[in-house]
């Protein structure tokens, strides 16, 4: 894995001096820092797809800090501003917070309070750009639903895909449980010429023996006791179209013997029929497991598997391609929203993680009933970090510093970050409380939604 690019600031202050101590204070701290003396220079450099967090001084010439915060919030509502300030201009930059201002910082404050800052800004704004960039991809991929992916593999699977739907090579499909062998099956049948015609799915292994040959060939009227009429079978229904083999490996090997000789000749003899019928139709198999092994243990006919495996698509677990996940998971979540006329969750840094986590062994579809219950409300991202609680050792003021830390994390994870209605309930008087969030490096920014 390479190391990802250091994350861009744009440092904006008229003083020349704190522009070169604070870069190369971020900088040590692993910033690519792009110092500004003025906000109009600023501006100019920072668009709307800015891949980074400003910094900049409230009290400028010309062009202050408040009014660039204002611009840049025009061109992205979502863009982390942190403005430095006196103390008396903490009113101002308090009412900048509830315009959307991600945070402030009170002159003087030392480096370690400006990098914490930044760093929760940084977190903020890649989790903003991840969310914008999977609903793009999901944008683009949506005509090839439900092989969302942009990883290398599904890439190519897509490709290979689109590249055998016009052709008539029957395809085996191989794939763990759960990770989309008939949405395989619909791709290669809806992209290719035979989409308007049938596609019959069969699962072999859900049809008891007594009636599958009855349901695969069909049957003249009384080919047996009960058979008072004709009955089409599901391979002469797929005449013009195409027949997908569910669980392929599961089929009884008396009647493998029967499939082989129609995929050989392309006819099908009802039950009590003398007459094959010519059918004009693809075979899309699928198992999940490997044939040639299943051959040689002696559960499936070695014949039968040298003619299903022309060509092969593998289909690899979700494990196997992480990139794709929370594209999937927005996917399958934005698909239960419209159904259930819920909201779509957002992706969050701990429902990311949870996602990664996790080594879904029932693949998309244990992913889609996942994303379905988070949106009905029944799961949820791991749980909140518990505020720390007070040491057990330490000195007097060290414990009652911990406790009152405590209780305001609290209080803004409540609150969601609604600093008013924070002060409210604490009682305290604002610049007390703003003094108190400075010495415990706590950023209100950080408890919004």
């Given at each position: ?43 100019e450099?920072?668009g709307a ?61 030392p480096?370690?309070?400006l990098i ?14 991840e ?7 999901l ?20 490709a290979?895909?689109r590249?055998?739907a ?10 763990e449980?759960g ?5 395989v099956?619909q791709?290669l ?12 799915a ?8 007594s ?14 006791t009960g ?18 083999l569910d669980?392929?490996?599961s ?12 995929l050989?000749d392309?006819q099908?003899t ?10 004009d139709?693809?075979v ?7 044939l ?16 299903l495996d022309?060509v092969?698509?593998?289909?690899p ?8 996940i929370?594209?999937l ?9 419209a ?45 909140p970090?518990?505020p ?14 911990a ?6 994390r609290?209080a ?10 924070v ?6 008087p ?8 400075t ?9 919004r939604?």
């Open positions: 894995m390479t190391d990802s690019p250091p994350f861009p600031v744009a440092f904006v202050d008229d003083d020349a001096d704190l522009r070169a101590a604070n870069a190369q204070s971020l900088g040590l701290a692993g910033f690519a820092v792009q110092c500004f003396a003025d906000a109009a220079s600023a501006l450099a920072v797809d800015f891949p980074g967090v400003v910094v900049t001084d409230l009290r400028m010439p010309r062009m202050d800090g408040i009014e660039l915060f204002r611009r840049l919030k025009a061109r992205d509502a979502e863009l982390p501003v942190v403005l430095i300030t006196g103390h008396g201009d903490i009113e101002t930059a308090v009412a900048t917070l509830r315009e959307g201002a991600y945070d402030f910082i009170a002159k003087p404050y480096a370690d309070r914490e800052s930044v760093r929760r800004a940084a977190d903020r704004r890649r989790l903003v750009l969310n914008r960039a999977l609903k793009t991809a944008d683009a991929a949506a005509g090839e639903a439900p092989l969302v992916g942009v990883s290398p593999a599904m890439q190519a699977l897509r290979r895909i590249s055998l016009d052709l008539d090579v029957d395809v085996l499909v191989l794939g449980t990770s989309g062998k008939e949405m099956a791709a049948h809806q992209w290719g010429r035979r989409r308007a015609k049938r596609l019959v069969l699962n072999c292994g859900a049809l008891p023996e009636v599958i040959d009855s349901e695969l060939f069909g049957h003249e009227a009384g080919a047996f058979a008072q009429k004709k009955r089409i079978g599901q391979i002469e229904l797929a005449d013009g179209g195409t027949l997908f669980e392929i490996e089929m009884p090997l008396a009647l493998q013997t029967k499939l082989l000789r129609v050989e392309r099908v009802p039950l009590g029929g003398n007459t094959g019928r010519r059918i139709m693809r899309v198999a699928a198992t999940k497991l490997d040639a092994r299943a051959a040689r243990d002696g559960s499936f006919r070695a014949d039968l598997a040298y003619r022309v092969t698509l593998r289909i677990p979700l494990r196997e391609r992480q990139d794709d929370p594209l998971f927005g996917h399958f979540a934005g698909r239960a929203a159904r259930f006329g819920r909201e779509r969750p957002e992706m969050t840094d701990a429902l990311r993680r949870r996602l990664l986590a996790h080594d879904w062994p029932g693949n998309v579809r244990e992913l889609a009933h996942f994303a379905e219950r988070m949106v009905l409300g029944l799961e949820g991202d791991e749980a970090d518990e720390p609680p007070a040491p057990v050792g330490g000195t007097l003021p060290e414990r009652v510093a406790f009152e830390a405590a209780l305001l609290e803004l994870q409540r609150h969601r970050g609604n600093v008013p209605a002060i409210d309930e604490l009682g305290l604002r610049k007390t409380f703003y003094d108190k969030l010495r415990h490096g706590i950023a209100p920014g950080d408890f939604d």
